[in-house]
């Protein structure tokens, strides 16, 4: 997919950063990202794919704004509350970048609504905030062979765990977590979340899906990322494959 002279205009100062260029530039254009959940990890992930010039985001998410939402969720404003966020964050995302294509599903996921949606996916963002729901978007990427890249924040402190399903032996999320799907005591209802926490880590699922796309990634395994927003610190791990687990061993 080549590059127009506005696009050329527009992309120029990541296209000069070493390791992106036009052939980069070309493969975020042809890529279509799935982003499940616009809350406080999706606002940031998908303004940053669409300025960035990912060709199609598809948008899936079946809540409503709430008033509490507007601390940490910055696609939207005090005028949303009550509408769809996944319909508003499109209109919003197309305001920054009219080439940016996207594709709105008004439902809260489960696999088999999901499979439907993958073939064309160059890789999933997982942003939801509920457990169940990860596991079914894990079972999806790995029944799929797609990257996942999934998120989670809670008071000062983050995750970021790389699925790499794309490469052979990986570890998935339930090699690293198992199958838990109860809900733990704590989550952002009950224990509260900082929003620029979220920002970080919405934006490192950006930031490694672009990676991802362009192929200049340098993982060749699935890993988990720990962040500390009290210190700024950050924490790396690699998860090794279960070699029995449920959803990822052959
Ligand atoms: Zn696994």
Redesign the pocket.
Known sequence: MSLNHQEFLRYSRQMMVAGMGEESQEKLKAATVVIVGLGGLGCPASLYLAAAGIGKLMLIDGDEIELSNLQRQILFRDSDVGKYKAKVAAKRLLKLNPNVQTEVVLENIDRQGLAGLLDDAALILDCTDNIATRQEINRAAVAYSKPLISAAALGWEGQLLEVRTDIESA??L??AYGLEEDEPMMNCSTAGVMGPVLGVMGSMQALRAIQIIAGNSTSDNSQLGRFDGKSGEWKHFGIP??TD?A???K
């Open positions: 570890a998935c339930a090699c494959a279960k687990c959803v990822c061993s």
